[in-house]
């Protein structure tokens, strides 16, 4: 009976070691039992989230890829354009470029701008893409405006940097300061420089610069005058300005 009695606390003895090292993790005989994770929750919200985010990311690169191939061969000026020259064939060429939303001119337009019907609005520089806005098929030149030669003398005017499109204001000189009927110098009017030539290096007019002018008609003799007189002068007030530019005189 006594041996009954030992081996039931023996057995009760093992069974309490076994339920305390279950509870600890570990199995008997000391060794590590595997701790069971539990099932990771799915979150399906996401999940669809991330397929959206991919099939929109993949729509965005194929729209953009579509759009960067989708290119129009428009007209560029191929070289200066001055205001309100003629535009010739010469003065064009054809470059394609992506030009949604602007209103370039075509190059499939190139006959009919080159046509002898459109002038150039303002000082168009070389590599320019052509638009509307800068052509039109009005001459700079009528019944109220005229265009003029005017030397330019660099004692009397910026000669070296005056390009088309710049807005002057064109000075008669004292002339002779040393004679007692020397006038005071004059403004005469404001003017638009349609370009610039310079006599070449075998010409009898080398060195010399010429202006060509847009002035009011009623100052055209003035200016052609004092310009045979050597007494022609510019002063600089804008520049890129259209043909349309108003032009003012002096009082």
Do not use: H
């Amino acid at each position: 009976m006594t041996t009954d009695s030992s081996t039931s606390l023996a057995d009760q003895q093992r069974s309490r070691a076994f339920r305390g090292l279950a509870a600890n993790g570990r199995a008997p005989g000391g060794s590590a039992r595997p701790v069971v994770k539990p099932p990771r929750q799915r979150r399906p919200a996401l999940a669809a989230l991330a397929v959206l985010l991919v099939v929109g990311g993949a729509l965005i690169a194929g729209l953009l890829a579509v759009r960067m191939d989708s290119r129009t061969s428009v007209l560029v000026a191929a070289r200066e354009i001055v205001p309100g020259s003629r535009i010739t064939a010469e003065d064009l060429r054809a470059v394609s470029v992506s030009a949604s939303g602007l209103s370039l001119i075509s190059a499939d337009d190139a006959a009919q701008l080159a046509d002898g019907s459109w002038y150039a609005a303002q000082d168009i520089r070389p590599g320019t893409l052509l638009d509307r806005n800068l052509v039109n098929q009005t001459a700079p030149y009528g019944d109220d405006k005229v265009m003029v030669s005017m030397s330019l003398s660099a004692a009397l005017a910026p000669s070296s940097t005056l390009r088309g499109g710049d807005l002057i204001e064109v000075v008669r000189t004292a002339g002779d300061k040393s004679s007692s009927a020397a006038a005071a110098p004059q403004v005469i009017s404001q003017a638009l420089v349609m370009g610039i030539s310079t006599g070449a290096s075998d010409s009898l007019s080398s060195g010399s610069t010429t202006a060509v002018l847009l002035v009011p008609r009623s100052v055209a003799p003035q200016i052609i005058d004092a310009s045979a007189a050597g007494q022609a002068g510019a002063a600089l007030l804008k520049r890129g300005q259209p043909t349309t530019v108003k032009l003012e005189v002096a009082e």
